[in-house]
């Protein structure tokens, strides 16, 4: 497939509520979504970098600047057969897995449209189980103004019908939430998200809610650490996950290696894509180490390949891949809704992503757009 022409597109978007994590809060949402043109096909791909470098450093600013002056050229006029050629192609760029994983996602995208598969069918084909039709999921709750409110929302939640609560909590946010919300809901699944606002001498914070029964602690400490990582583990007794910290397979293997973590949350975007999530995801599931999708409050096109990651028979925890109307009133492709009755997701079976993307929507959204052909 000669790839033809790139669309590019710098969209805003604004949430139903303020997400509030340790990095601060965030209202408005901008991203940049992709379109990749071959032989009449469209692959989409959304690059999920921010309005500011908190958890990672790439901007919609700095991804703008490196898709459209580096990669994009890199691969227009080239032919495209399989979308694990995208690594080689793109590896004179250091970093920047985020806006990488934009041209990645739309070329599992339209390499599946061409097949005749789905996205989840053409990540699947390796293995014998196949993709699954529906994927477990959970909602993640940013710090809110009280405890209470926390509380009400988690409540909501559940009433709406999902299954697993993902709490953020940063330094003086932490036990008592955690107490409460444990003693109000006894049996829900409940984890912690740190977002790497610890250190390794607060261990007597995750001590002392080690009997609270909790799913997992997620990035507790440093954003690239491995290592503190791997002496808090052996000192608590809640699962200890990982996010930030995994940039790629191989750190994936140091902190296997290492004893790091007892789970790890895969986020294709911040690994440079599906490729090199799905090389996680076998490595895991070779040592047994159980895996979940992480979201980065993904449109309908993100939410797409999430869900189609996500139906991996490795990923066997819920994924942060929650409703469309969680986080939007008005999004810019399909929207995807839960089934209350076991907290899933139906995974798209159409070609590609499965999805119809509202064109018009998008330029209503769009900041800016650019065009690139040969």
């Not at 994590?21 to 096909?41: D, K, M, V």
């Not at 470098?53 to 994009?72: K, M, N, R």
Request: hydrophobic share 40%; aromatic share 8%.
């Amino acid at each position: 497939m000669k790839i033809e022409r790139v669309d590019l597109y710098h969209i805003s978007l604004m949430l139903k509520r303020p997400f509030v994590t340790s990095f601060g809060p965030q209202q408005e949402r901008q991203c940049l979504i992709l379109a990749l043109h071959s032989e009449g096909l469209v692959g989409w791909g959304e690059c999920v970098a921010t309005n500011d470098p908190g958890y990672s450093y790439e901007t919609v600013q700095t991804a703008w600047h490196i898709l459209s002056d580096f990669l994009i050229p890199a691969i227009l006029g080239r032919d495209l057969q399989e979308p694990e050629q995208l690594g080689d192609w793109l590896r004179f760029v250091r970093g920047h897995p985020l806006a990488k994983a934009a041209l990645d996602q739309a070329a599992w995208d339209i390499t599946a449209q061409r097949d005749g598969l789905s996205f989840a069918q053409k990540l699947a084909q390796p293995y014998a189980e196949g993709a699954r039709a529906r994927v477990k999921v959970g909602v993640s709750i940013g710090i809110q103004p009280t405890i209470a409110e926390t509380l009400t929302l988690i409540e909501q939640y559940l009433e709406q019908g999902y299954g697993r609560i993902k709490l953020k909590i940063k330094p003086g946010w932490d036990i008592e939430l955690a107490q409460a919300a444990r003693q109000t809901f006894p049996h829900v699944p409940i984890m912690l998200d740190a977002n790497s606002a610890y250190q390794l001498a607060d261990v007597p914070i995750f001590q002392a809610m080690d009997n609270l029964n909790l799913l997992m602690l997620e990035q507790p400490l440093g954003y690239e650490d491995i290592y503190d990582h791997s002496q808090l583990r052996p000192l608590i007794r809640t699962p200890l996950c990982l996010d930030e910290s995994i940039h790629s397979a191989d750190h994936a293997r140091y902190a296997l290696a290492l004893g790091a973590c007892d789970i790890i949350n895969i986020k294709p975007s911040r690994v440079g894509g599906w490729t090199e999530a799905r090389r996680i995801h076998d490595l895991c599931r070779e040592q047994g180490v159980p895996v979940w999708v992480g979201g980065m409050l993904e449109t309908g096109v993100g939410r797409a390949a999430q869900l189609a990651l996500a139906s991996l028979p490795g990923f066997t925890l819920p994924g942060d891949i929650s409703a469309t109307d969680r986080y939007y009133a008005e999004d810019i492709a399909t929207r995807f809704t839960l089934n209350q009755e076991d907290s899933t997701i139906t995974v798209p079976t159409g070609r590609g992503l499965g999805i119809e993307v509202d064109v018009d929507r998008l330029t209503a959204v769009s900041l800016r757009r650019q065009t690139f052909t040969k």
